[in-house]
């Protein structure tokens, strides 16, 4: 059984409210920060945008894309099955408009595929093919996918401080929760 009932977006019976909550949590934070960001980049020239810092995997633009290709391998690792780039995912990463589209489509696989394997089903490991034994814990598997975004959000900032972007965004859990997101109304 799905761990969500997905007509009225509680936790199933039997399913770990916990878990489930924490990654809605997760998820949801992650995807506001990345907004974030991108809404900061949009005040970028696209010199700017694309300038490598020696940070991460290249400038703002290509950072966000990778986490957003991050989210897609993870999906596909938690759905347990072999990670398969998106269509049009090159090009469409190319924009901060075709990111905007990732993004919603990222979340929804990521959402779905985590959720899906909620409370994991009993799983103990997840299909991990960059891990050394091609898997890992279920738990280290949500650790790795919520980490990785936060190392990247973390590099954009700091090349968003370089660019003279400032205030930069204050990414955190606590302001997240002060917005007043709707997150908590998938679970109540």
Known sequence: MHPLNLIRLVPAEGSDVAT????????????????????????????DIERDMGIGPGGVRENIAHTLEAMFFFADN????????RDGFA??????????????????????AMLGAGGFGGK?????????AGSLPVEA?????FDHAALH?????????????????????????STGSPWQERLS
């Open 91 to 112: 090009e469409r990463a190319r924009t901060l408009a075709g990111l905007r589209g990732l993004l919603v489509e990222a979340e929804r696989d990521l959402r779905g």
């Open 124 to 132: 103990q490991v997840v299909p991990w093919d960059t891990a050394a």
């Open 20 to 47: 489930v909550s924490s990654i809605t949590f997760g998820i949801a934070h992650s995807v506001w920060a990345l907004h974030r960001l991108l809404d900061c980049a949009e005040g970028l020239s696209a010199d």
């Open 78 to 85: 938690f759905a347990g099955r072999a990670y398969l780039e």
């Open 153 to 177: 959000r973390t590099q954009c900032i700091n090349m968003l401080k370089r660019l003279g972007v400032l205030p930069v965004p204050d990414l955190d859990p606590l302001t997240f929760v």
């Open 141 to 145: 598997a949500v650790a790795q996918t």
